[in-house]
């Protein structure tokens, strides 16, 4: 026992005073990883397009598509969507009005997932490679509500500016 | 209204449990009410190193609808109150961890910290932590995996819109090879709450035949001394300087060259 104790303090006195400590910082990984965040940088800019691109990827979705409870199409990711709004939104009324609880609906299909939520009086559809807890699809409903609702109030202060 | 503060890391075995467990009592000698939750659902031990395992209604039963969550917290050591989670597989599978945000609320009133002890990785339960908390503090090691899963954590906070706060450096050794703390401030963005250095009296804490977290068992050791300053900080608090403990020169000797 003690002279392992005795080993291992002139193990550590060599390490510190000769300095022969063989560890070095794995620069090249730190060089990485200093760009990582860079990547994941979700900043909104003033189109409107863009910004549901940039919605996109945040959270790691194919495509979306915001109608309102009737069906009709608010906003879509890919620019149309109408029969799958249609579509979206009576399976989810069938499905709600079988069972009453329901909170979201996932489908999956052969090329990925289909899922739908409501959230603010809207019915968000979304398209992904894999699943998205209703965590994560409440997120993105939380995030598309807040970007319509701040483009609505972009497009009446510019109305507002034209009327002056 | 409590600040609701969850712990992550992403990568396992980076201290955040001992970290959770330290930091509340800590706060709570600040004068805080604070309430711990054991959110790991699947891999819980916030109850073993609080030395609290025998609690018979758990997080699990509550997420269940089988218990009042009111039934399912604990007076815990100094003052702290403490949620725990069930250590029995046989519940974990039944859990629905989304129900997380909704207990939380429901305490929001009582407490002025609540802390949430998230699992690994970025599953549904850690999901769920997250997105139950307005903030999240990041906890890591002075390596690059722990650094990379970090990074992953907070992007992943930030789409559940938990703010990400700062980092905790756990385990710091003050070796050539590490990661400086500037360097992780850097590349995670984040300002960093705490350097903890390594500490054999952590470890030793689990060692004991009455289990106790180093902040009560040696409330003077380096690593107690730094989670005392992430809580002054996270409170606005100022701490006079705890005195670290006196060694001898044979002591200081062979801590200098015995930590390697």
Same mark, same amino acid.
């Given at each position: 026992m003690v002279i392992f104790v005795v080993f291992g303090f002139f193990r550590s006195?060599?390490?510190?005073?000769?300095?022969?400590?063989?560890?070095?910082?794995?620069?090249?990984?730190?060089?990485?990883?200093?760009?990582? $965040?860079? /990547?994941?940088?979700?900043?909104?800019?003033?189109?409107?397009?863009? !910004?549901?691109? @940039?919605?996109?990827? #945040?959270?790691?979705?194919?495509?979306?598509?915001?109608?309102?409870?009737d069906g009709s199409v608010v906003?879509?990711?890919?620019?149309?969507?109408?029969?799958?709004?249609?579509?979206?939104?009576?399976?989810?009324?069938?499905?709600?009005?079988?069972?009453?609880?329901?909170?979201?609906? $996932?489908? /999956?299909?052969?090329?990925?997932?289909?899922?739908?939520?409501?959230? !603010?009086?809207? @019915?968000?559809?979304? #398209?992904?490679?894999?699943?998205?807890?209703?965590?994560?699809l409440r997120a993105l409903a939380l995030d598309l509500s807040s970007l319509l609702h701040d483009n609505v109030n972009e497009g009446k202060s510019k109305e507002a500016q034209f009327a002056r | 209204m409590a600040r609701v503060i969850t712990v992550a890391s992403g990568k396992g075995g980076t201290g955040k449990t001992t970290i959770t467990a330290n930091l509340g009592i800590a706060l709570s000698k600040l004068g805080k009410k604070?309430?711990?939750?054991?959110?790991?659902?699947?891999?819980?031990?916030?109850?073993?190193?609080?030395?609290?395992?025998?609690?018979?209604?758990?997080?699990?039963?509550?997420?269940?609808?089988?218990?009042?969550?009111?039934?399912?917290?604990?007076?815990?050591?100094?003052?702290?109150?403490?949620?725990?989670?069930?250590?029995?597989?046989?519940?974990?599978?039944?859990?629905?961890?989304?129900?997380?945000?909704?207990?939380?609320?429901?305490?929001?009133?009582?407490?002025?910290?609540?802390?949430?002890?998230?699992?690994?990785?970025?599953?549904?339960?850690v999901l769920s932590a997250l997105s139950a908390s307005q903030e999240t503090l990041l906890v890591t090691m002075p390596t690059s995996p722990a650094l990379a899963d970090a990074l992953k954590t907070k992007i992943v906070a930030q789409r559940l819109n938990s703010k990400v706060i700062g980092v905790v450096i756990n385990f710091v050794m003050s070796e050539k090879g590490e990661i400086t703390k500037q360097e992780i401030s850097s590349i995670l963005e984040l300002p960093v709450y705490?350097?903890?250095?390594?500490?054999?009296?952590?470890?030793?804490?689990?060692?004991?035949?009455?289990?106790?977290?180093?902040?009560?068992?040696?409330?003077?050791?380096?690593?107690?001394?730094?989670?005392?300053k992430i809580a002054s900080r996270l409170t606005g608090i100022k701490v006079p300087d705890a005195p670290v403990e006196q060694k001898g020169f044979l002591s200081k000797l062979f801590s200098f060259f015995g930590k390697r």
């Open positions: 006195f060599a390490n510190r005073v000769l300095d022969i400590d063989d560890t070095s910082k794995p620069q090249a990984q730190v060089d990485f990883l200093h760009d990582f $965040l860079s /990547k994941h940088n979700y900043v909104y800019s003033n189109d409107f397009e863009e !910004n549901l691109n @940039i919605l996109k990827k #945040k959270h790691l979705v194919d495509s979306f598509l915001v109608t309102s409870m906003v879509s990711s890919d620019g149309n969507g109408v029969n799958e709004g249609l579509i979206g939104t009576a399976m989810f009324s069938y499905i709600k009005g079988e069972m009453p609880s329901s909170e979201a609906v $996932l489908i /999956k299909k052969e090329d990925g997932w289909f899922m739908i939520v409501p959230f !603010n009086k809207k @019915i968000f559809i979304i #398209k992904a490679g894999s699943e998205l807890s209703n965590i994560e | 604070v309430l711990l939750i054991d959110a790991d659902v699947a891999m819980a031990n916030l109850s073993l190193i609080l030395g609290m395992q025998s609690s018979p209604i758990t997080l699990h039963d509550v997420l269940l609808g089988e218990a009042q969550v009111h039934d399912a917290i604990y007076d815990g050591p100094n003052g702290v109150q403490f949620i725990p989670s069930g250590l029995s597989l046989d519940n974990y599978k039944r859990v629905d961890s989304e129900r997380l945000a909704g207990i939380v609320l429901q305490l929001n009133e009582k407490y002025d910290f609540i802390l949430l002890d998230a699992a690994a990785g970025i599953e549904k339960n705490g350097n903890v250095p390594f500490d054999a009296e952590v470890r030793k804490s689990f060692m004991q035949q009455k289990i106790a977290p180093v902040l009560l068992r040696k409330p003077d050791t380096p690593a107690s001394v730094e989670i005392q």
